[in-house]
């Protein structure tokens, strides 16, 4: 008698997690805008080819996280992003290298942890994820361009590799201002000490994908905190040069 894969066991709550990164990212992006109508759960269905539990399941996690609400009777209702009370940090907190040190603060507690249920739970899918978005750092790199859109799209792919819509929404909330150099970038060319910097920075992204690849749950873990502590200290060495 066959049985099923542990893969084929998960498939309905992968999917579901699909789905709420998908509805997630329209009501981020405005494409759902505040008080628009979700579609039927039969459209939802037909367009992402997915079962009704699994559209009902989504819907529900949307729900736990402040996106949407349902009004029995009438249908689903995207609330906006930041309609609901939740934790965010506020723009202006970003400002100075202590505020970027009290974020790597917070990012250690959480990131380390998601790391390590990545490396646990990842599917092929997550890793393909994982590679397109470290290999866009690299490209960026190369051509000298920004990469904190890449950069930030590694980390948050981490969070979806979790299977818990938890860490992918907390995530999305906080956003690429989460990497330390979206505000304290040099201006200009690139320093040939910032190039170095961005290797090393490159080089802890592949030290973390190499462990959630190898579902090495404990090196994932280690390898984020090594990553997120290495750029903490580098702060508190600014911060201490700047007040020498």
């Not at 037909?46 to 819907?59: D, G, K, L, M």
């Amino acid at each position: 008698m066959n049985t099923p894969t542990a893969a084929a066991r998960r498939r309905p709550r992968t999917l579901a997690l699909e789905l709420v990164d998908a509805l997630g990212d329209r009501i981020r992006d405005g494409r759902l805008a505040q008080g628009d109508k979700l579609p039927t759960e039969a459209a939802i269905m037909a367009e992402f080819a997915v079962s009704r539990t699994v559209v009902r399941e989504a819907i529900s996690k949307l729900q736990a996280a402040g996106l949407v609400e349902t009004r029995h009777g009438i249908g689903t209702f995207v609330l906006g992003v930041g309609e609901a009370p939740g934790f965010r940090i506020a723009p202006e907190q970003y400002n100075t290298l202590r505020d970027v040190i009290a974020v790597l603060e917070l990012r250690i507690g959480l990131e380390t942890e998601a790391a390590a249920l990545a490396a646990q739970r990842r599917t092929e899918a997550n890793i393909v994820q994982l590679r397109a978005a470290l290999d866009a750092v690299a490209k960026d790199f190369e051509a000298g361009r920004d990469s904190v859109a890449a950069d930030f799209q590694f980390h948050l792919e981490i969070a979806r590799a979790t299977q818990n819509s938890h860490y992918t929404e907390l995530m999305s909330t906080l956003g690429s201002m989460i990497i330390p150099r979206a505000r304290l970038v040099p201006e200009g060319e690139p320093s040939d000490e910032h190039r170095r910097y961005l290797r090393r920075v490159n080089s802890e992204h592949e030290s973390i994908f190499d462990a959630i690849v190898g579902q090495d749950a404990d090196a994932a873990r280690a390898a984020m905190r090594t990553h997120l502590a290495n750029s903490r200290e580098r702060r508190r060495r600014a911060q201490a040069d700047a007040l020498s």
